[in-house]
């Protein structure tokens, strides 16, 4: 049931000198409660970023597919590095990532949509069983070395771009980052992480993307390699580790010296929702040849169970020989 390169935000230049006094952005944003993402800038770096703070919506994704630790971190941080890819610019963006991975748990899928919204599932969510992911994670050892990371990034129906790189770490979003460097060639930083407890329950996810803009002063790309560091070293681990409330405390850590320079674009909410329905299932039923249905029929019922967000849907006899009687009707039109 699932699938541009991101527009340019204008944004003014400023000289790249940390300012002696902290002034936040002349946009006021209240913090919010729940999962929720800030867009902004660094105005005197001329960077653009998106904070995300994720872990109602990934603790969702873990519990509906009776993910192990390690499945649940995976998926967490495909989920969380999906929001970040729609949320980017202004348009209404649909972006899938899908990764393939000959490892344990064989990759995962995640669609994210612009306006908050996403769903995902890992391809193998019992492996990696009884693993302790109660530290920092490497995925490594459960995904394999050898793998693929493919998005799709659709604006409209004329507006659609895919690219696909390999494996850098097998890290997820190392590898998404390696995706918008190497294959939409923008610099780019790009962190997620997800604390856990002693018995592999979520109980923080979040996330970072940072991208410079055309006409950067020379600074932004000394500070960029700096906010990469923080992301690889575990620094925005430890930070995740307090459990901030809001997205902001996110962005004042990334932008440091420069957090003066911030300034808010605008704030979403962020939920785990998946677009299947009822009449979508029976569009697919309708799709099915009459030998399959009345195959479906003489069972008594057919059961379709969505990959992305594991509801179950039962479609009784008495449905499933109207959708068959609807179909010569369509067939003659």
């Given at each position: 049931?699932?699938?541009?390169?991101?527009?340019?935000?204008?944004?003014?230049?400023?000289q790249?000198s940390?300012?002696?006094?902290?002034?936040f952005?002349?946009?006021?944003i209240q913090p919010?409660?729940?999962?929720?993402?800030?867009?902004?800038?660094?105005?005197?770096l001329?960077?653009?970023?998106?904070?995300?703070?994720?872990t109602?919506?990934?603790?969702?994704a873990?519990?509906?597919?009776?993910?192990?630790?390690?499945?649940?971190?995976?998926?967490?941080?495909?989920?969380?590095?999906?929001v970040?890819?729609?949320?980017?610019?202004?348009?209404?963006?649909?972006?899938?990532?899908?990764?393939?991975a000959?490892?344990?748990?064989?990759?995962?899928?995640?669609?994210?949509?612009?306006?908050?919204?996403?769903r995902?599932?890992?391809?193998a969510?019992?492996?990696?069983?009884?693993?302790?992911?109660?530290?920092?994670?490497?995925?490594?050892?459960?995904?394999?070395r050898?793998?693929?990371?493919?998005?799709?990034?659709?604006?409209?129906?004329r507006?659609?771009y895919e690219?696909?790189?390999?494996?850098v770490?097998a890290?997820?979003?190392?590898d998404?980052?390696?995706?918008?460097?190497?294959?939409?060639?923008?610099?780019?930083?790009?962190?997620?992480?997800?604390i856990?407890?002693?018995?592999g329950?979520?109980?923080?996810?979040?996330?970072?993307?940072v991208?410079?803009?055309?006409?950067?002063?020379?600074?932004?790309?000394?500070h960029?390699r700096?906010?990469?560091?923080?992301?690889?070293?575990?620094?925005?681990?430890d930070?995740?580790?307090?459990?901030?409330?809001?997205?902001?405390?996110?962005?004042?850590?990334?932008a440091?010296?420069?957090?003066?320079?911030?300034?808010f674009?605008?704030?979403?909410p962020?939920?785990?929702?998946?677009?299947?329905?009822?009449?979508?299932?029976?569009?697919?039923?309708?799709g099915?040849?009459?030998?399959?249905?009345?195959?479906?029929?003489?069972?008594?019922?057919?059961?379709?169970?969505?990959n992305?967000?594991?509801?179950?849907?039962?479609?009784s006899r008495?449905?499933?020989?109207?959708?068959?009687?609807?179909?010569?009707?369509?067939?003659?039109?």
């Amino acid at each position: 049931m699932s699938n541009s390169e991101p527009a340019s935000l204008a944004a003014e230049s400023a000289q790249a000198s940390p300012p002696d006094e902290p002034a936040f952005s002349s946009v006021l944003i209240q913090p919010a409660l729940g999962d929720h993402l800030f867009r902004g800038t660094i105005r005197a770096l001329n960077l653009r970023l998106v904070v995300a703070l994720c872990t109602d919506l990934c603790q969702d994704a873990a519990l509906r597919h009776h993910a192990s630790p390690a499945a649940a971190c995976a998926l967490g941080r495909g989920l969380v590095a999906g929001v970040l890819l729609a949320t980017l610019t202004k348009t209404e963006e649909r972006v899938t990532i899908q990764i393939q991975a000959n490892g344990p748990l064989r990759g995962l899928t995640v669609d994210a949509y612009g306006d908050g919204l996403v769903r995902g599932f890992p391809h193998a969510p019992q492996a990696g069983l009884g693993a302790d992911m109660s530290k920092r994670q490497r995925l490594a050892p459960f995904l394999g070395r050898d793998g693929v990371v493919h998005v799709v990034r659709d604006i409209g129906v004329r507006d659609r771009y895919e690219g696909q790189v390999s494996f850098v770490t097998a890290e997820v979003d190392e590898d998404v980052e390696a995706y918008l460097r190497n294959s939409e060639q923008i610099p780019s930083a790009l962190g997620c992480e997800l604390i856990m407890d002693p018995a592999g329950q979520i109980v923080c996810a979040g996330g970072v993307l940072v991208q410079s803009m055309p006409d950067s002063p020379p600074e932004t790309k000394l500070h960029l390699r700096e906010v990469q560091h923080m992301l690889r070293s575990g620094d925005f681990f430890d930070m995740c580790k307090t459990r901030p409330r809001s997205a902001q405390d996110l962005a004042r850590f990334i932008a440091g010296p420069y957090e003066s320079s911030l300034e808010f674009i605008d704030q979403r909410p962020l939920r785990f929702q998946c677009r299947c329905d009822r009449g979508r299932i029976a569009a697919m039923l309708r799709g099915m040849s009459l030998t399959d249905l009345d195959e479906l029929i003489a069972e008594g019922k057919a059961e379709v169970t969505c990959n992305y967000c594991a509801v179950r849907y039962e479609i009784s006899r008495d449905e499933l020989i109207e959708l068959r009687q609807s179909l010569p009707q369509r067939e003659k039109n």
